[in-house]
């Protein structure tokens, strides 16, 4: 399995929270197949509120089918948010698609 991030480096993912996703390199990208997405507290809330351990925030298996349906439903208020629309590709989506996608809508919204 490989994890990639909203950062290109796994360290600075984990250390501000961003959301990260965990995938088989060696398989084509599928729209349907549920991917697992996961964040874990910022590392300023951890020394904020005295926490050692890493904990979870977002931990959730999700679809581009799934995503999809709610960007298509919340378009406007995502791309004025998010500029969803300029990074995220829909036509032909991979991975990267699928994550930065899904961190979209987790700061907005949370995701589904």
């Given at each position: 399995m490989r994890n990639i991030g909203i950062d290109i480096d796994k360290e600075t993912n984990e250390i501000e929270g961003y959301l990260?996703?965990?995938?088989?390199?060696?398989?084509?990208?599928?729209?349907?197949q549920e991917y697992?997405?996961?964040?874990?507290y910022?590392?300023?809330i951890r020394k904020e509120i005295g926490c050692k351990?890493?904990?979870?925030?977002?931990?959730?298996?999700v679809s581009w089918n799934?995503?999809?349906?709610?960007?298509?439903?919340?378009?406007e208020s995502l791309d004025n948010?998010?500029?969803?629309?300029?990074?995220?590709?829909?036509?032909?989506p991979d991975h990267y698609?699928?994550?930065?996608?899904?961190s979209d809508i987790n700061s907005y919204m949370g995701l589904p």
């Open positions: 990260q996703m965990e995938f088989d390199a060696r398989k084509k990208f599928d729209k349907s697992r997405v996961f964040a874990t910022p590392e300023y351990k890493n904990y979870l925030i977002v931990d959730t298996w799934e995503l999809i349906e709610v960007y298509e439903s919340e378009k948010f998010a500029e969803t629309n300029r990074i995220v590709e829909t036509k032909k698609d699928l994550l930065n996608l899904a």
